[in-house]
């Protein structure tokens, strides 16, 4: 079971564990685990899992999880296991260390390649799409206006003017659904290729001209020189402060989050403004944004909030649950022993997502 206070999902879903099963897995399922995703331990059951006691639960095979562990979790897990979830962190690791030093195998989600294979098995690009979504509907919840043009015998409402930055796997979710609601919604992405999919989503590019390319190895964004950064906030900050509602999802592997949405940015904000600020467990688009609250500055609400797919337990776990099915489809093979790992080092998007034991 997830022990992160405020996580709601659960890496397994009934329907997932029911392939399992009938792939010759045996499926152990710690009691409760997907209460509060809103799958009850009698649909696990009917799937053909045991329900376990967390010791059980933790010292098996294969571990599948969503966040990273914590120490009394590690040690709950089984030495020469396999460990399939997030890790969340970058560099030198404490946890990966103890699960090494248990001659574990651990694979961590985020090292997933951005390959068109790997598209079915990718959880942050799935959670992400979520997070895009909610995050839409959060500022919605919070602006004290209209998002669609309303006309009514009580006198008409302009649309809101709804400003993406980042327009990855969330940030054009977050266009998407914006949209849907009937907001005017501009983007900006410092990749270039993002130009054609801002379009194509029915909103309004941001162009700037930075004078350097932001795009990265791997589709992923790359961090800027110092000086690019100063051009692009000074760039943005007139189109930024014409925004009523702005989401922020600028992420770059690894780096502190890019800072685009400066105070003086909020300052010019009308009052009732909202921020949702997706980067804020990695510090934040905004510098004012605080992680894990939602605070009030210079009249606009921001919001900090750092699990936006807990507030979507029930379809985050299911895309979740699929996604990790996909990937162990591609780690097994079938033997009338039950399933068999295969060589992890030997397929290119195991081999990227196996941490090195000297790591
Ligand atoms: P991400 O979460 O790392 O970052 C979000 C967005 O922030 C990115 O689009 C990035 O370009 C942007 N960004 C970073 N710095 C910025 C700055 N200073 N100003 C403005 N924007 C900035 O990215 P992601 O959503 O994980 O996606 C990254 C890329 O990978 C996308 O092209 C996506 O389509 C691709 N992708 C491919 C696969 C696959 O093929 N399996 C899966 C997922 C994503």
Redesign the pocket.
């Known amino acids: 079971m997830e022990t992160r206070p405020g996580e709601t999902r659960v890496a397994s879903t009934p329907e997932v564990v029911k392939k399992l099963v009938s792939q010759g897995f045996t499926v152990i399922v710690e009691s409760g685990a997907g209460l509060r995703a809103g799958y009850p331990d009698a649909d696990y059951a009917a799937a053909g899992a045991s329900l376990s006691d967390r010791a059980s639960a933790y010292a098996v095979d294969l571990l599948l999880k969503i966040r990273r562990p914590d120490e009394s979790e590690v040690a709950a897990m089984q030495a020469g296991g396999l460990y399939i979830g997030l890790l969340e962190s970058c560099g030198e690791d404490v946890i990966v260390a103890a699960m090494l030093a248990k001659k574990m195998r651990v694979l961590g989600l985020e090292r997933m390649?951005?390959?068109?294979r790997?598209?079915s098995m990718?959880v942050?690009?799935s959670q992400?799409n979520l997070a895009g979504y909610r995050a839409v509907l959060e500022a919605a919840a919070r602006y004290g206006r209209f998002f669609p043009m309303m006309m009514t015998s009580a006198g008409s409402a302009k649309p809101a003017r709804v400003v993406v930055?980042?327009?990855?796997?969330?940030?054009l979710q977050a266009i998407a659904t914006a949209r849907r609601l009937g907001a005017d919604v501009y983007a900006?992405?410092?990749?270039p290729?993002?130009r054609e999919q801002i379009l194509s989503l029915g909103a309004k590019p941001i162009d700037l001209d930075l004078g350097e390319s932001?795009a990265g190895a791997?589709?992923?964004?790359r961090e800027?020189s110092d000086d690019a950064?100063a051009r692009?906030q000074a760039a943005l900050a007139d189109e930024l402060a014409k925004a009523h509602v702005i989401i922020t999802?600028?992420?770059?592997?690894c780096r502190p989050a890019?800072v685009?949405v400066t105070e003086e940015v909020v300052k010019r904000l009308r009052p009732g403004s909202v921020i949702v600020d997706l980067a804020a467990a990695s510090g934040g688009n905004c510098p004012l944004t605080v992680a894990d609250d939602i605070v009030e500055r210079h009249g606009v609400t921001l919001v900090g909030l750092t699990n936006f797919p807990a507030l979507i337990p029930a379809d985050a776990s299911a895309f979740y649950a699929r996604n990790l099915l996909n990937l162990i489809e591609i780690m097994i093979e079938r033997s009338d022993a039950g399933p068999q790992l295969k060589d992890l080092s030997a397929d290119d998007i195991t081999a990227a997502m196996l941490v090195p034991a000297a790591a």
């Open positions: 390649p951005r390959s068109s790997a598209q990718d942050l690009s992400s930055l980042g327009a990855g796997v969330a940030g900006y992405d410092v990749r290729e993002t932001g791997g589709g992923y964004a800027l950064k692009q999802t600028a992420l770059i592997p890019p685009l």
